[in-house]
T-cell receptor, first 109, second 113 residues
Framework: AQRVTQPEKLLSVFKGAPVELKCNYS??????LFWYVQYSRQRLQLLLR??SRESIKGFTADLNKGETSFHLKKPFAQEEDSAMYYC???????????FGTGTQLKVEL | KAGVTQTPRYLIKTRGQQVTLSCSPI?????VSWYQQTPGQGLQFLFE???????NKGNFPGRFSGRQFSNSRSEMNVSTLELGDSALYLC????????????FGEGSRLTVL
């Protein structure tokens, strides 16, 4: 069975501080991993995916197969980064996403 | 391009009733997925339809069903409602090549009394 674990329900950081949102996964094959974000009063939206290896809004995430992790990082947090972040994986065909329980990031001034 | 549209946005039902929720995907998207979001269980996959065929199914009882029409619009139905079915039901669409890149609607909030 596939599983995504986000150990922190809430992460509070100061503006300008580094951010790391943790995500660990369990899947027997080669998963595709994603980070989704939901800003206040907005729809859930894709932030980034591991296969694209992009930096979106200053965020990056590296897939570590040895540690089965896909942590989301940003060197300097901004106030507009405050949101709910969900890590998700796809194992197998189609769009069956397994989501973690989410981490609420709060960036304080 | 219009986003994913879900109707109704809010509804209240009583136990034992049934409900039908509707989802219009982004134009050109043929994959439509449904998720249930609750404070206790988070986001849970219900099912996915692609070109009118159910492509994936989550671990929900048979009371939860869905279908997709030839224009890619989708509906989900929950019969014999239970209190625990109270949730935000999210629909998401995806293009043929956008595996995992889901575009979500605002959701339909169902309250079962």
């Amino acid at each position: 069975a596939q599983r995504v674990t986000q150990p922190e329900k809430l992460l509070s950081v100061f503006k300008g501080a580094p951010v790391e949102l943790k995500c660990n996964y369990s899947y027997s094959g080669s998963p595709e991993l994603f980070w989704y974000v939901q800003y206040s009063r907005q729809r859930l939206q894709l932030l980034l995916r591991h296969i694209s290896r992009e930096s979106i809004k200053g965020f990056t995430a590296d897939l570590n197969k040895g540690e089965t992790s896909f942590h989301l990082k940003k060197p300097f947090a901004q106030e507009e980064d405050s949101a709910m972040y969900y890590c998700a994986l796809i194992g197998g065909g189609g769009n069956k996403l397994t989501f973690g329980t989410g981490t609420q990031l709060k960036v304080e001034l | 391009k219009a986003g994913v549209t879900q109707t109704p946005r809010y509804l209240i039902k009583t136990r034992g009733q049934q409900v039908t929720l509707s989802c219009s995907p982004i134009s050109g998207h043929r994959s439509v997925s449904w998720y249930q979001q609750t404070p206790g269980q988070g986001l849970q996959f219900l099912f996915e339809y692609f070109s009118e065929t159910q492509r994936n199914k989550g671990n929900f009882p048979g009371r939860f069903s869905g279908r997709q029409f030839s224009n890619s619009r989708s509906e989900m139905n929950v019969s014999t409602l239970e209190l625990g079915d109270s949730a935000l039901y999210l629909c998401a669409s995806s293009s043929k090549n956008g595996v995992g890149e889901l575009f979500f609607g605002e959701g339909s909030r169902l309250t079962v009394l």
